[in-house]
Nanobody, 115 residues
Framework: QVQLEESGGGLVQPGGSLRLSCVAS????????MGWYRQAPGKERELVAT????????EYTDSVNGRFTISRDNTKDTMYLQMNNLQIEDTAVYYC????????WGQGTQVTVSS
């Protein structure tokens, strides 16, 4: 059974940092490119960062480029998102998943940026 378990969210002030984790199980994590997605209240889910299967290449949506860093540890079936200089508009529930043939979404982790 495929499971995607996100964690690490929380409440942070603008300019603060958080590190999200995604632990995958039930599939061959290391052979798939993966991504971090987020869904803000009243908005559609969007893809914010991607990483190739061995971690050699990462891409970011413009709004987070230079502030977020995606990484993965295939020995632990885990992916990370380091988020620095967080802004109010980064407030959302963050999810991880494949880039194609998506699995069922996990519960996500709430990130709230507020002063």
């Amino acid at each position: 059974q495929v499971q995607l378990e996100e964690s690490g969210g929380g409440l942070v002030q603008p300019g603060g940092s958080l590190r999200l984790s995604c632990v995958a199980s039930g599939f061959a994590f290391g052979i798939y490119a993966m991504g971090w997605y987020r869904q803000a209240p009243g908005k559609e889910r969007e893809l914010v960062a991607t990483i190739t299967r061995y971690g050699g290449r990462a891409e970011y949506t413009d709004s987070v480029n230079g502030r977020f860093t995606i990484s993965r540890d295939n020995t632990k079936d885990t992916m990370y998102l380091q988020m620095n200089n967080l802004q109010i508009e980064d407030t959302a529930v963050y999810y991880c998943n494949r880039l194609e043939n998506l699995y069922a979404w996990g519960q996500g982790t709430q990130v709230t940026v507020s002063s």
